[in-house]
């Protein structure tokens, strides 16, 4: 009986002491990312729906709001840029992004990973803007010629949010050596280099892994797979994409700030069974621009630019020493000095072997006298549809049927004649349409239609538009959206020029 009674006792004290005994600590971090990628112009923009959506001054209200959220509720925001905005614009073209830098460093990002239009005006440009960058740069899988990290640039880091661990690492765009100038610089893969990150992350105590990189989709989703990271945000694909599979979350924030995702989470973090477990789960949040009043000093500072761009725009950038005639009788019945010098501005961007510029994409309908200056204003009137100068690879057959195609209405005026560069071409506009065509050369030698030619062409018609079927079926060298604004490639050209001597020189005649 004594034994039992000892027993029992000691069974209530083992129940007694378990009972009493602390449960294990969790670590709780509460944590809003919100997600900026592919800015790119600085003021907002009318859409179609009849709002008024994106540019700096609204992006900055988002921020400046859930900076105060979170604040409120005792949470980390960390703000991240997926890369993409010292370029394409038209104030990038004249101050090659110095715009962008001083907004960017009004919102003050927590990790920016650059994009392929970070590189656009060249290396020492590239170096330039982000040494004026008063934020963290992340690209781990970006080094210099000699292997090292570059000025101000880090590969990872680890915040600590309320004794949880949050990792961040970021990673610039593999593609930009295709896609950009980024001249002698070195990129790994990005989605390895990521991987490799996150796990470096872990070794170092990370309990939570975010990723910030400017890539393909398919890279995002990749790396997602992987299950490297927790949270993957990215740039470059220009829409608004949330995505959840129960272990890893992604997201991309559109473009120009139309939309801002955010996304809260609560990390909580404990030992169990000698180890630390972390568990967490996603909200999405979508906010549409449209809805925020625009923050006023931001505002401030745009129109400042505004300014500055307005005066720019009516700065001569060169003179013609020949009439350039942008008269629709004569950009869509025949080869037009002003055609040409715009198919030569695309010829000489991509070095490409010839260049199609189709006559309806000139509308200013003017006449420039000889000794007339041309103004930026000149040439965005000339060419307003904000197109992109693109490269595809293109069958002999396929440009053959492409001019056929452009003289194929004559005598009537069509926006589909061909304005060219770097070839020759002859038809007769009295036989039947798609048979026209007499000769063609290329490079003095004559069209072999089993031969691929590199074309440099607007993204218009290079997506087949104006009868250029043959045109659409062909992937261009790279993605019209990171490919360079026609308008802001003819006025280099035109400045570089410095006196415009391009006539009507024999490039398409008709016999």
Known sequence: MLIVRRSLLLVLCLAAAFLLAPAARADIAKVTFVLMNDIYLMDDQMMPDGKRRGGFARLAAVVKAERARASAEGRRLILAHGGDTLSPSLMSGIDQGAHIMTLTNLIRPDIFAP?????????????????????????????????????????????????????????????????????????????????????????????????????????????????????????????????????????????????????????????????????????????????????????????????????????PIGTTAVELDSRNATVRTGEAAIGSLIADAMRAKTKAAIAIMNGGGIRAGKVYAPGTAITRRDILTELPFNNRVVVIDVPGSALLAGLENGVGRLPEAAGRFPQVSGMTVEYDPRRPAGSRILSVRIGGAPLEPGRTYRLATNDFLARGSDGYTGFGSIQPEIHPEDAPLLATEVMAYVRELGTVRTGVEGRIVAK
């Open 115 to 315: 994009g392929n239009h970070e590189f656009d005006f060249g290396k020492a440009v590239f170096l330039r803007r982000m040494a004026e960058a008063n934020f963290p740069l992340y690209a781990a899988n970006l080094r210099g010629p000699d292997g090292a990290v570059l000025p101000g640039f880090r590969d990872r880091s680890i915040v600590d949010v309320g004794g949880v661990r949050v990792g961040l690492t970021g990673g610039a765009y593999d593609g930009t050596p295709r896609a950009s100038s980024p001249e002698d610089l070195k990129f790994a893969p990005t989605v390895a280099s990521m991987k490799e990150q996150a796990a470096a992350l872990r070794r170092e105590g990370a309990d939570f892994v975010a990723v910030v990189m400017h890539a393909d989709r398919s890279q995002a989703i990749e790396l997602a797979e992987s299950r490297a990271a927790d949270i993957v945000l990215t740039g470059h694909n220009h829409d608004l994409f949330v995505s959840f599979d129960g272990r890893t979350a992604m997201a991309e924030s559109s473009y120009d700030a139309h939309y801002v995702v955010l996304i809260d989470v609560t990390v909580e973090t404990k030992m169990q069974e000698g180890r630390r477990v972390t568990a967490w789960w996603p909200q999405f949040r979508i906010v549409d621009t449209a809805t925020v009043a625009p923050d006023p000093e931001v505002v401030a500072v745009v129109a400042g630019f505004q300014g500055k761009l307005d005066r720019e725009l009516d700065v």
